[in-house]
């Protein structure tokens, strides 16, 4: 098993990055390895500061170039061909490794998952998936929480089926029950968006579709996998954020509260290209990067972006 980490994406890059891919080695499987994607120099620097440059299950792959956090994703992509998301891309696309990870410019890696590896045969759009807790201690999933602010009732329909065989074979579920998120629970509520998604999911019989959601719901048993255009899961998953955060601040601990944390998790995966892709959080602390490294891990061992293939064939 081999993972490409973009050592240079994030705000505390690429520090925090190294270390947590550090703190994660003792965590892999056997002969796993983690490919730093990044300035050769830099990253050596680091690992010897940080005490890993003998660490096996660490290597280097050089990539001079840097895409920041604010420039345009379709630009950079183009003219920064030997930056590290670019090279990440390339390696993945190549079968050099079997994941890539970055927790730098969103819009780019998006960018780049669509020029590289591209959509899986069948996908009109790829999501983002968004872990949210449930008071019973798993996790559900949010799709899409970012990828696609506009969507038309048919991507929520395939969102649907996106995060059905995601979580199927991520949390060993067979039959995950799916919601639409909604402003009222009855089939005539909503605007025209929600209104025609919901024909489209009632009448879809490879999903386990239980009817329209609130937000009151996000954190019960009512569904497995939501669903929503990326607009409205990007506000949910930055409110969970800061509601996490503000509870922090006032010293308040819960386990349930706990899997409000970013770093829990530590990234969400892209659904529905070809190949296991996970995009982190700006902030990423090292803890979150090692965390991101053991979603990693549980993809690929899945074989998510085969089975999603399956699906659609």
Not at 78 to 87: G, N
Not at 116 to 123: D, F, H, L, P
């Amino acid at each position: 098993m081999r993972i490409a980490l973009d050592a240079m994406g994030g705000d505390y890059a690429p520090r925090s990055i190294i270390e947590g891919a550090l703190l994660a080695t003792a965590e892999l499987p056997e002969g796993a390895k983690i490919i730093l994607v990044g300035q050769e120099d830099v990253i050596k620097q680091h690992l010897q500061d940080l005490n890993g440059e003998s660490n096996t299950a660490i290597q280097i792959v050089n990539a001079p170039s840097v895409i920041e956090m604010a420039e345009h994703p379709t630009k950079a992509i183009s003219q920064k061909q030997d930056s590290s998301i670019v090279i990440g891309y390339s390696l993945l696309k190549a079968g050099k490794v079997d994941a890539f990870c970055s927790a730098g410019n969103t819009g780019a890696m998006l960018v780049g998952a669509m020029f590289t590896i591209k959509a899986i045969e069948g996908v009109a759009r790829p999501g983002i998936a968004g872990f949210f807790p449930k008071e019973h201690g798993r996790y559900g999933i949010v799709l899409d929480v970012g990828a696609n602010a506009d969507c038309k009732p048919e991507v929520l329909n395939q969102f649907a089926e996106l995060g059905s065989v995601y979580y199927k074979h991520i949390f060993n579920i067979e039959n995950p029950k799916v919601g639409l998120l909604n402003l009222g629970e009855e089939e005539s509520k909503g605007n025209s968006l929600t209104k025609e998604a919901h024909g489209l999911l009632k009448a879809n019989e490879s999903i386990n579709f239980v009817g329209n959601i609130e937000g009151r719901d996000l954190f019960d048993d009512s569904a497995d996998v939501v669903v929503c255009d990326g607009f409205t899961g990007n506000v949910i998953l930055k409110m969970g954020e800061t509601f996490y955060g503000l509870l922090e601040k006032r010293g308040f601990t819960d386990n349930f509260i706990d899997m409000f944390n970013y770093a829990s998790v530590g990234g969400s995966p892209i659904l529905g290209v070809n190949g296991n892709v996970i995009i982190g959080h700006g902030v990423s602390s090292p803890e979150a990067i090692k965390n991101m490294m053991g979603l990693a891990t549980q993809t690929i061992q899945s074989n998510i972006s085969e089975k999603i293939k399956s699906f659609y064939k």
